[in-house]
């Protein structure tokens, strides 16, 4: 592999589009096997679309790194002093064959989903869109970006589904829920972690707007709704009893996170069980199928 090829992987972060398109098929396979199992439904068990899984996880790769890469763009002045190693920062990327490439992957990745039908498309056009206005506004807008990435992250279980249409939509959408609300629980306790750094920058974050405490409050409502809503999936026959034993040891997770914040008043070991926590609740959803 050239050091030019690295270099723009890099840029992607390659291992968090891997992770975001391996979530997505993880929805590809859960929709089939809810609605394969379906007596009147008109998909065979033997009959799984693994083309169309590939175009899922190829379309999911290339627009999370199309984010990543775009996200850096319009990041660096920050980047310069906070990840001067970073490709654009460090000088192996130019600022402006980054906005091209990020475009680029946008585009192709937008147009994999549309020959898969026009509901991934639709999700993918809007996907890219939400992701270029949040590098360029909705990050440094407090609340609507964690939203923001809670819903983005969520969306690729309901990418995945979309590949059955609106039957996969409403297969998944509990799962999408329970992402999203995890997700952006962590999104503001990571806030709350990196607020000394945020006010020298001079960033408009949650906690910089409403205060430390009752930006943990809110995290940690978001996450008790997470924790409660966490059996919905097997309660709905979305997932199996294997789902439901490891999600325990998920909501226990999400628990300890929610204690650090609360009682601890340690936002950077609240994000690492909250973190901790969404690895087991992937196992569960993985398990639970």
């Known amino acids: 592999?050239?050091?030019?090829?690295?270099?723009?992987?890099?840029?992607?972060?390659?291992?968090?589009c891997l992770m975001a398109g391996f979530a997505a098929v993880i929805g590809t396979l859960i929709a089939f096997n809810i609605l394969a199992s379906d007596a009147l439904s008109t998909?065979?068990?033997?009959?799984?679309?693994?083309?169309?899984?590939?175009?899922?996880?190829?379309?999911?790769?290339?627009?999370?790194?199309?984010?990543?890469?775009?996200n850096d763009y319009f990041d660096i002045r920050i980047d310069s002093i906070n990840r001067p190693e970073r490709p654009i920062p460090s000088g192996r990327v130019k600022l402006k064959e980054a906005l091209y490439f990020s475009y680029l992957l946008f585009v192709l990745g937008t147009l994999l989903a549309f020959s898969i039908n026009p509901i991934c498309g639709s999700i993918a056009l809007f996907n890219s869109l939400l992701l270029i206005f949040y590098a360029k506004t909705l990050k440094g807008t407090p609340l609507l970006g964690n939203l923001s990435i809670g819903y983005l992250t969520g969306s690729s279980f309901l990418f995945g589904a979309s590949v059955f249409g609106y039957g996969g939509l409403e297969a998944l959408f509990v799962l999408f829920l329970l992402a999203a609300l995890a997700i952006t629980a962590r999104e503001i306790v990571k806030d709350i972690e990196d607020m000394e750094g945020d006010k020298i920058e001079g960033a408009d974050t949650l906690p910089l707007?409403?205060?430390?405490?009752?930006?943990?409050?809110l995290a940690v409502l978001i996450g008790f709704c997470a924790v409660f809503l966490s059996p919905l999936p097997y309660r709905m026959s979305v997932l199996g009893l294997r789902?439901?034993?490891?999600?325990?040891?998920?909501?226990?997770?999400?628990l300890a996170a929610i204690y650090h914040i609360l009682a601890r008043n340690n936002p950077a070991k609240s994000s690492k069980m909250f973190k901790i926590a969404m690895f087991f609740a992937l196992l569960a959803f993985i398990a639970g199928v």
Do not use: C, H, Q, W
């Open 209 to 217: 707007r409403i205060g430390a405490k009752k930006a943990s409050y």
């Open 1 to 16: 592999m050239s050091a030019g090829v690295r270099t723009y992987l890099e840029l992607m972060r390659y291992g968090n």
């Open 243 to 254: 789902y439901l034993y490891l999600v325990l040891l998920a909501d226990l997770g999400f």
């Open 43 to 70: 998909y065979s068990p033997d009959n799984f679309p693994f083309f169309d899984s590939g175009l899922v996880f190829l379309a999911v790769f290339l627009i999370s790194g199309a984010g990543n890469a775009i």
